[in-house]
């Protein structure tokens, strides 16, 4: 995993002279870029630009708390909604802002993109957070201007337009970076998906005392993680609902590192076992993030999925990871029952507002 990937929020120290270890500094803040001769961390005092020969050591750290209260409970929504797109981000993104544009206009500049503005994302797999556009920041065009953008961006791949909006919190109020966008998405015939709803948890309080995965497994069945998926899970992910492109889903759910699979089986007397259910779980910046969780139909309510659910969060306790979060249909009366009884609360709703 590379630390300084754009995007990421670190603390870097560097020295403040070529090859002076005694006299250095820190910078705080999220990589807005980087190539191999250098970074650029943007800090509370503005960018900060690090030659890559003067660093001396990086060290990944959780999005800046908005209040004083519970580690999974002092994020802000737009954080947890990069966090939870850092975690399913298909290979064809592109960040929409200003000076994005300026830089690609200039032939003679070998600028990388800046991480700000909206997050493009295009993927031929069904999935739509992987097939949407994410208002992270101001993309410094103006609401209408940048819904242009959006739809030639899309357009241009042969896609529909699908904005992601989101709530500050538990409410229908749209948070401040997506809030010009209700009118003027109902003016060009956008339709809102249903309620999506972001949960966040405490890793230690969704174990309920397993202090390993194998330690989570009900009565009756036994506990795997793996680093790759089976055709088995793929079965079972597509048994509950039409994935789009085998290919591009495959790279979805693989691309992630570091990226985990928490199974539970259950064995029968004759020694062969059968898949009863399964997650996905990601590491991205000091949090976990819980996807593709999905439980056998006729072995529903049976402990299965929490199983599944207090093994990941174990997992991701043991590497010192305290805060998880996972988005649930808020018609999924199921999976916010599993996740409520283990801790978690809703931080903010999202729906996917699709043209035409």
Known sequence: MDELAPGRR?????????GDDHSTSDALGVVESADESSVVIGTKR???????????????????????????????????????????LPSDVSWLHAENLRNESDDSAEVGLLQKGWLLRSSESATRRAGSALPVTASGLGWAETLDAVEAWY???????????????????LAPECEGLGPL????????????????GATAEAAAGAHSPAEAAAPGLSIDVTEAPSELHYAAWSSERELGSPESFREL????????????????????????????????SKWGV?????????????????????????????????????????????????????????R?????????
């Open 185 to 200: 998405l109902a003016e060009r015939g956008y339709t809102p998906s249903n309620t999506v709803l972001l949960l966040t």
């Open 10 to 18: 670190v603390v870097v120290r560097y020295a403040l002279a070529p």
């Open 46 to 88: 503005g960018p900060v630009r690090i030659a890559r020969d003067r660093i001396l050591l990086v060290h990944e750290v959780p999005p800046a708390p908005t209040r004083t209260g519970r580690t999974h409970e002092i994020v802000s929504a737009v954080d947890l909604r990069r966090i939870s797109a850092a975690a399913w």
């Open 253 to 284: 759910v693989e691309a992630d590192s570091p990226c985990q699979f928490v199974t539970a089986w259950a064995t029968h007397p004759d020694g062969s076992r059968t898949m009863v259910a399964t997650c996905r779980v990601v590491e991205r």
């Open 290 to 346: 819980l996807t593709n969780l999905v439980t056998r139909p006729d072995l529903r309510r049976r402990g299965a999925g929490r199983s599944v659910v207090r093994a990941a969060a174990a997992l991701l306790a043991q590497r010192g990871v305290r805060s998880y979060l996972v988005d649930i249909e808020a018609d999924n009366a199921a999976s916010l029952g599993l996740f409520t009884a283990l801790g978690a609360g809703v």
């Open 348 to 356: 903010h709703r999202s729906w996917y507002a699709r043209q035409g």
């Open 155 to 173: 357009s241009a791949r042969q896609r529909p337009s699908i904005v992601q909006i989101f709530s500050a919190d538990d409410s229908t109020t």
